[in-house]
């Protein structure tokens, strides 16, 4: 059994935080037990609230059920299904970037 350094940020939050997380483990599992709280909803792969961005290295996400072919070419992951296949950094919270109408984020523009 692998185990990848996966780095979790987002500048905007201040978020970095580097996690060990065995190949056989999910990303968004590994951060909630060493208590680094991100966005999720429904834990298996179909809906895109813990949606992040690939930065650098490889994940598996062949689980997940929501993410068009393309989102994917463009480096975006949904982290509830996703387990590291190398070293890694992630941009997280980015359900609001690529989806202007996400699930649960709202922008003061739609209030």
Known sequence: MAV??????NPTL????TIAVCDDQYILDIAAETGIRLP???LNGECSV??????????DQS???FLKPSEMAAGY????????????????HQEQVLYKDSLYF??????
């Open 4 to 9: 990848y350094q996966v780095r979790l940020i």
């Open 50 to 59: 813990c949606l992040a961005k690939i930065v650098n290295g490889e994940v």
């Open 40 to 42: 999720s909803g429904c």
């Open 63 to 65: 689980e997940q059920k």
């Open 14 to 17: 201040n978020l970095d935080h």
């Open 77 to 92: 992951t949904v982290i509830c299904v996703a387990y590291p296949r190398s070293d890694c950094v992630l941009e997280t």
């Open 106 to 111: 709202k922008n003061s523009s739609q209030v």
